[in-house]
């Protein structure tokens, strides 16, 4: 496994301005997850992938917030008129299919974005 | 909806100290529950986890038993090093179809030599 890798690591951005952040799950991994962390807070569900089928959002997502996963392989995770607000770290984990608790979920290092 | 309350940080101990993060959670039903690390500049490790009622896991001198009746995982150390010292999440996970993890607030963990 070469890990759950994302892109960038750091991201600074304008207010009002567009950004798009990637995650590169591991190969055989076919479920995908956005997780947003602010800061003294653990990190909050935002979004999820079974192959390339968006199957939840949280109600975090505003509509400013798009994610896709063409092919069901990368993803991206795109914010519209960033705002200060947005300012977190963008987690994206990955997982094997399976319904049960045994699939773990396996992280990246996350992007930062600072939104000025 | 599900919940995880940790124990309010930071915590300081010395090296070889004793470690009790307590962490209880709110769900309806019977989750799995986990425990993930944040070492400084990396990504969240899972840690250790318990899938149901009196399991106990266990992972790097670290262990934690899933207590139904108090709705309770607390992560214990015997003896802490330095290298311990990172961001602790409790978590809890149903399994189905979406099987999202909900954290808690994450408590930091220093130790001194």
């Known amino acids: 496994d070469t890990g759950v890798s994302q892109d960038p690591r750091h991201k600074i951005t304008k207010r009002g301005q567009n950004v798009t952040f990637r995650c590169d799950p591991i190969s055989e991994h076919n479920r995908l997850y956005w997780y947003r962390q602010t800061l003294g807070q653990g990190p909050e569900f935002l979004t999820y992938f079974q192959n390339e089928a968006q199957l939840e959002k949280s109600r975090l997502l505003s509509d400013r917030f798009s994610a896709e996963r063409p092919k069901g392989s990368f993803s991206t995770l795109e914010i519209q008129r960033t705002e200060q607000g947005d300012s977190a770290m963008y987690l994206c984990?990955?997982?094997?299919?399976?319904?049960?608790?045994?699939?773990?979920?396996?992280f990246g290092p996350g992007t930062r974005l600072t939104v000025t | 909806g599900n919940s995880v309350t940790q124990m309010e940080g930071p915590v300081t101990l010395s090296e070889e100290a004793f470690l009790t993060i307590n962490c209880t959670y709110t769900?309806?039903?019977?989750?799995?529950l986990f425990w993930y690390v944040q070492y400084p500049g990396e990504g969240l490790q899972l840690l250790l986890k318990?899938?149901?009622?009196?399991d106990k896991g266990s992972n790097k001198g670290f262990e934690a038993t899933y207590r139904k009746e108090t709705t309770s995982f607390h992560l214990e150390k015997g003896s802490v090093q330095v290298s311990d010292s990172a961001v602790y999440f409790c978590?809890?996970?149903?399994?189905?179809?979406?099987?999202?993890?909900?954290f808690g607030k994450g408590i930091t963990l220093s130790v001194r030599p």
């Open positions: 769900a309806t039903g019977y989750p799995s």
């Open positions: 984990a990955s997982s094997r299919g399976l319904a049960g608790p045994q699939g773990e979920q396996y």
């Open positions: 978590a809890l996970i149903f399994s189905g179809a979406n099987s999202k993890l909900t």
């Open positions: 318990a899938t149901k009622a009196d």
